[in-house]
């Protein structure tokens, strides 16, 4: 069957959304380095970034994570079916939810924020100078969490109006709201690191204001009510306790990595943070963008019983996964020292720190591909208002992850090393299962893996890892000044693009392989 323009997958869209991540995580890099250059892997440091995981993962639970994936499918399907009425209805319904649960929530969190830190981050807890600071930094940055769900909220709305460029454009404002911070406030107070706390509440602030225009402008700002006999809310209610592991997992699993890392020794959350921020990367510019865009199509698809539609768009999604990971595992892992002394290696963050975080970067890497395909495979489940399954496999991968934590960190001694590896191996076992479950029901195919694409993609990335190898050889990043690393770094990057994309081309990969 010949497929419309609609049976595509938007390749176009997902450009699009990943160019605005791509400028999102420049400057989250940006933020980070400056972060960084004024606390370095002290314990100032690790805590900030510790406690920031509380809201941030809850934020996977009221927002991004849960809340978007139950929501999206919902609302398209009202969308799919022209019910454009009940559709406000229920995006109203939901709103006076979603701003009394956050509310209620957020005033729990700042009583009982002691209480927050002895379960996220035991390791501060027990000495009383890092659990004062600790707690003061949670009752700044917790109120965030209410701020960015409702973001969240808004984004998921103009993502199921297949606008795309605002909600992807929406983070900058969060890394240049803490730059600000970390520059110009930060040096000027007693506790530099309140600074950043301050300008996390900022940005949240700003970002939800930032919302206001673009939902007008499709009509669709939602009027608060409290209406529990609404369907659609009922609906997302049954849905939204599985969605809470399901979407939340990779955040969950990256919290429970973090609360092991609070019990080792100074500088282990750092390391394992910014290691992360590089994984980060990669998967926010690909996997995120492709997923945001791929979720609300599934619905839609899946609404109007398209089938075809359907296996055709998660085949194009899972063959531009791999396309792009495979790259973005070679650079990381080969060039995990450069990239780390390149980009934070400044003030009080030392050589010695890029050494530690390299071979966590290198652990990450490892699961990265599989992160990526999370990122496509849950979206499949969801779309057609499956919770329970990757409810299933996450519990699973949780579970999973926390005996691997203690057994590879603690037991054998491989400290954060070893929860960066634990990460990767339940992610690794979590595609292998989900993947399995949508090829039962025939929704797609391991075909892929042994097809002439999975081998034309082996020969690219062999050129790749030639050319990296070389390269890395033949220098001494450690010796080189700050604008030598940037402009090495720059050809290898450019080079390794050419290379990679050439070489892929020129050996039959066209850009239909994924329209």
Do not use: C
Request: aromatic share 14%.
């Amino acid at each position: 069957m010949t497929s419309s323009p609609k049976e595509k997958f938007n390749f176009l869209a997902t450009i699009k959304v990943g160019g605005w991540t791509f400028a999102s995580r420049v400057a989250g890099l940006i933020r980070d380095i400056f972060t960084t250059n004024l606390l370095g892997a002290s314990v100032f440091h690790d805590i900030f970034v510790v406690v920031l995981k509380i809201p941030n993962v809850f934020r996977r639970f009221f927002a991004e994570g849960a809340f978007s994936q139950a929501f999206i499918p919902i609302y398209s399907d009202y969308l799919g079916k022209d019910n454009e009425d009940e559709g406000q209805e229920f995006i109203n319904a939901l709103a006076g939810l979603l701003l009394t649960v956050l509310f209620a929530f957020t005033v729990l969190a700042l009583i009982f924020a002691p209480f927050f830190i002895l379960i996220f981050a035991p390791g501060f807890y027990f000495d009383s100078a890092k659990q004062e600071l600790a707690v003061n930094l949670l009752r700044i940055m917790f109120p965030y969490l209410g701020l960015i769900s409702l973001v969240a909220f808004a984004s998921g709305i103009q993502n199921s109006h297949q606008k795309f460029s605002i909600p992807a454009a929406t983070p900058l404002i969060f890394n240049f709201s803490l730059i600000l911070a970390a520059s110009i406030v930060a040096p000027k107070m007693e506790i530099p690191v309140m600074a950043l706390a301050w300008g996390v509440l900022l940005a949240g602030i700003l970002q939800l204001l930032f919302q206001i225009a673009p939902l007008a402008a499709i009509k669709k700002i939602p009027i608060p009510k409290l209406d529990f006999s609404n369907k659609g809310q009922r609906k997302f209610l049954v849905l939204i306790a599985p969605a809470i592991l399901a979407g939340g997992i990779a955040q969950i699993n990256l919290l429970v990595d973090t609360i092991f890392a609070s019990l080792l020794i100074t500088g282990s959350p750092t390391w394992l943070y910014v290691s992360d921020r590089l994984i980060q990367f990669p998967l926010g510019i690909f996997a995120i963008a492709i997923g945001t865009v791929l979720l609300p199509s599934l619905s839609k698809s899946y609404a109007q019983n398209d089938l075809n539609s359907y296996t055709l768009q998660l085949e194009k999604a899972f063959k531009l996964i791999i396309f792009l990971s495979i790259p973005s595992v070679l650079g990381l892992m080969i060039f995990a020292q450069p990239l780390l002394g390149t980009i934070f290696q400044r003030g009080a963050f030392l050589w010695s720190d890029v050494e530690q975080s390299s071979l966590s970067l290198v652990a990450f890497s490892i699961g990265l591909p599989f992160f990526m395909a999370m990122k496509v495979l849950v979206p499949a489940f969801f779309s057609r208002q499956d919770t329970k399954t990757p409810m299933i496999v996450a519990l699973f991968s949780l579970l999973l992850n926390i005996v691997l934590n203690y057994f590879l960190a603690f037991y054998l001694g491989y400290g954060h090393i070893g929860l960066a590896m634990a990460s990767s191996i339940a992610a690794v076992l979590s595609v292998v299962l989900l993947s399995t479950l949508l090829a039962r029901e025939k929704l797609m195919s391991f075909n892929i893996l042994i097809s002439s694409f999975a081998f034309k993609i082996f020969i690219a990335s062999f050129a790749l890892a030639a050319f990296l190898l070389f390269v890395l050889s033949e220098s001494n990043f450690e010796l080189l000044n700050q604008m030598q690393r940037i402009l090495r770094l720059s050809l290898v990057l450019i080079s390794s693009m050419i290379i990679y994309f050439g070489t892929s081309f020129l050996i039959g990969i066209k850009l239909k392989d994924f329209r």
